[in-house]
């Protein structure tokens, strides 16, 4: 079965410091990866998706990256971390063809300090 | 440009009645529609579709309406229970030739069932 993981779940950095979130699914090849935030008090926001290595894009201009450096591998970064930056992270998953719904992973709380 | 829109922040429904949660889309081209249930610090879970194709789908205490024309969703769940306290997103997708097809989230309604 298709599992996917992300890490680390909760996390305190200040402003100005880099970030890089992790994220991997399991049991799956060739899968849709992307990556959501939900601000406070807010919907989910989607900020990058990937349909295959090293083909990302982005949604929303902004202080953050993505990469996907490997087939279930999607990573998100900054170099300087902004007070803006704090929300809840999460990385979903769907296969290519067929099911339009996404698996979500446990998602990442980022405060910025 | 919000395309889907949960315009309830807040629902509150006694334990043994009907939850209905309501949601609005503005873009014709969505052409399938889902539900997602959010505990706090969790991932959002998958909990009932819809195709454009159809009006109606319902799994077990769970029913999703739609209606296109009105471009307008809601979910039923009949009995509430309080394990349904929880933020539900609805969401909306539309083929993108060329690219992943993405899911365009309203702002979320969080559910409270009062025992």
């Known amino acids: 079965s298709q599992t996917i993981h992300q890490w680390p779940a909760t996390l305190v950095q200040p402003v100005g410091s880099p970030l890089s979130l992790e994220c991997t699914v399991e049991?799956?090849?060739?899968?849709?990866l992307y990556w959501y935030r939900q601000a406070a008090g807010r919907g989910l926001q989607l900020l990058f998706y990937?349909?295959?290595?090293?083909?990302i894009s982005s949604e929303v201009p902004q202080n953050l990256s993505a990469s996907r450096p490997q087939d279930r591998q999607f990573i998100l970064s900054s170099k300087k971390l902004l007070l803006s930056d704090s929300g809840f992270y999460l990385c979903?998953?769907?296969?290519?063809?067929?099911?339009?719904?996404?698996?979500f992973g446990s998602g990442t709380r980022l405060t910025v300090v | 440009d919000q395309q889907v829109k949960q315009n309830s922040p807040s629902l509150s429904v006694q334990e043994g009645r009907i939850s209905i949660l309501n949601c609005d889309y503005t873009n014709s081209m969505f052409d399938y529609f889902l539900w997602y249930k959010k505990y706090p610090a969790e991932g959002p879970t998958f909990l009932i579709s819809?195709?454009?194709?159809?009006d109606k789908n319902e799994d077990g205490r769970f029913t999703v309406f739609l209606n296109k024309s009105a471009k307008h969703l809601s979910l039923h769940i009949v009995p509430s229970q309080p394990g349904d306290s929880a933020v539900y997103f609805c969401?909306?997708?539309?083929?993108?030739?060329?690219?992943?097809?993405?899911?365009?989230f309203g702002s979320g309604t969080q559910l409270t069932v009062l025992p």
């Open positions: 969401a909306a997708s539309k083929g993108n030739s060329g690219s992943a097809r993405q899911l365009t």
């Open positions: 990937s349909v295959g290595i090293g083909q």
């Open positions: 049991g799956t090849s060739n899968p849709n």
């Open positions: 979903a998953w769907r296969q290519g063809r067929g099911d339009y719904g996404y698996t």
């Open positions: 819809i195709s454009s194709i159809k």
